[in-house]
């Protein structure tokens, strides 16, 4: 079945640093890939998605990637603000079945300090 | 425009007792999910729906029930409480394609003692 998996956490970066967290998936036919974001005590928001392989999606300073070669989605922002504190969550929508459930990965804290 | 409402914010219930946690939306999408998320393991499916009187269960059914008898609301039905349902439940929505965003409420913290 499908399947997500993302770097495991916590994340602690400086102001200001570069952020990657790398996203790989298994899955059979084209899904489509999102990430999501969970601020404390909030439910999931949409931050980026991409439908298709060489895909770029992007939002708020950050960007990823749809690689369909190394079925990759990684995360990435060039800079990062302690707004940005937050879980981020890797998924797939699968291209099969009745249904356009969401598979998640498990989550990646990121903290940033001032 | 509320988007996704969910209630309660909270809730603690005894082994054994049921509770329905709500969900409404006014966004006028067909399809609706319950998933629950537990600690470090992300979020699953429980039950979904593609419309009014269409539901069908996810891969975590076990110990719920769901109805769909209007396109706005999705309730959520825990019979007999285990501990192993202690949760934060999410209902979301989607307009109906597979590439649609689903668009989440702010969850429902659940502790079954």
């Known amino acids: 079945g499908d399947s997500v998996t993302q770097m495991e956490g916590p994340v602690t970066l400086s102001e200001e640093a570069f952020l990657t967290i790398n996203c790989t998936y298994t899955?059979?036919?084209?899904?489509?890939l999102f990430w999501y974001v969970q601020y404390p005590g909030e439910g999931l928001q949409l931050l980026l998605k991409?439908?298709?392989?060489?895909d770029k999606g992007s939002n708020k300073g950050f960007e990823a990637t749809y690689r369909k070669e190394t079925t990759s989605f990684h995360l990435e922002k060039g800079s990062v603000q302690v707004s940005d504190s937050a879980v981020y969550f890797c998924?797939?929508?699968?291209?099969?079945?009745?249904?356009?459930?969401?598979?998640f990965g498990k989550g990646t804290l990121l903290t940033v300090n001032p | 425009n509320a988007g996704v409402t969910q209630t309660p914010k909270f809730r603690i219930l005894k082994i054994g007792q049921s509770m329905t946690l709500q969900c409404t939306q006014d966004m006028n999408h067909n399809y609706m999910y319950w998933y629950r998320q537990d600690p470090g393991m992300g979020l699953k499916l429980i039950y979904y729906s593609v419309g009014a009187g269409i539901t069908d269960k996810g891969e975590v059914p076990n110990g719920y029930n769901v109805s769909r008898s209007t396109t706005e609301d999705f309730p959520l039905r825990l019979e007999l409480a285990a501990p192993s349902q202690t949760s934060v439940y999410f209902c979301a929505t989607q307009r109906g394609q597979r590439t649609d965003t689903q668009y989440f409420g702010p969850g429902t913290r659940l502790t079954v003692l």
């Open positions: 899955a059979t036919g084209y899904p489509s």
């Open positions: 991409a439908t298709k392989a060489d």
């Open positions: 998924a797939l929508s699968g291209s099969g079945g009745s249904n356009y459930k969401l598979t």
